[in-house]
């Protein structure tokens, strides 16, 4: 299925990437170093590049927050369970796996991917149903991430958890209630990072599922942290404590 991306970091960095890009589409009297650098790019693999309107990019993609900068791709296709546990091994550490329980804004699904890449997880896994899915919006969220981040989609999370603890992944899970302060639990070892859904958290038999609960004591009125926020505190705590 063709999409549109939009933006000058967004298309830049998909243009870094082996995706698919079918045009690149440029604002009319647009210049500069950056969207130089955007056409080299493009012309290196011999995508046709189109001037249009700033008008008509916006009537094109749905929205005028473009930056005068678009391309129509082909969106990736989701890894296998098998790939990231061979970036754990090419990596020479246990696997550093986010596992997210149906989170369904696709602002906090790209803000997750773009946290686990840049704390050197080495995969994500979403729920195939009622969850956000890799799309545009996602992918502009991740900073560019989801283009080659490894990011699986399985049909039931509970059985996936059980998958992985055959492999000897540990499962921690993330909550409101209950659980030990994030920064005083291993990571070390092969880790699962369970993160639930933006209202309700983890769904029940997730939960149960779990070895360990981990929760980020709040200090002020407000009970809880995005669920991005709350990933990206976390995901570094777990980096940290392997590098170290």
């Not at 012309?43 to 094109?60: G, T």
């Not at 129509?72 to 369970?81: A, K, Q, T, V």
């Not at 997750?112 to 995969?123: L, M, P, T, V, W």
């Not at 005083?184 to 360990?212: A, N, P, Q």
């Amino acid at each position: 299925m063709n999409s549109f991306i939009s933006g000058r970091n967004p298309v830049a960095e998909w243009l870094r990437t082996d995706m698919p890009v079918l045009r690149l589409i440029i604002a009319e009297g647009l210049r500069g170093k950056t969207i130089s650098d955007i056409i080299d790019s493009a012309s290196a693999k011999s995508i046709p590049i189109i001037r249009m309107r700033r008008h008509r990019i916006s009537e094109l993609i749905g929205h005028e927050k473009h930056q005068g900068v678009a391309a129509e791709i082909r969106m990736r296709e989701y890894d296998r369970l098998e790939d990231i546990f061979r970036v754990a091994q090419q990596s020479n550490e246990p696997p550093l796996i986010a596992i997210l329980d149906g989170i369904q804004d696709p602002q906090n699904l790209g803000a997750i991917i773009r946290s686990a890449e840049g704390a050197a997880f080495h995969g994500i896994i979403i729920p195939q149903h009622r969850a956000a899915g890799l799309t545009p919006s996602v992918f502009k969220a991740s900073a560019g991430a989801a283009a080659y981040f490894p990011i699986v989609r399985v049909v039931n999370i509970s059985r996936l958890i059980d998958d992985l603890k055959r492999e000897g992944i540990w499962i921690v899970g993330t909550s409101r209630e209950g659980g030990r302060p994030y920064w005083e639990l291993d990571f070390k070892d092969g880790t699962g990072i369970v993160l639930g859904s933006e209202g309700e958290g983890m769904h029940r038999i997730v939960r149960e599922k779990c070895d360990f609960l981990a929760s980020i004591p709040m200090m002020g009125r407000i009970e809880s942290l995005n669920v991005s926020v709350a990933a990206g505190l976390i995901f570094f705590e777990a980096r940290r404590q392997r590098n170290f």
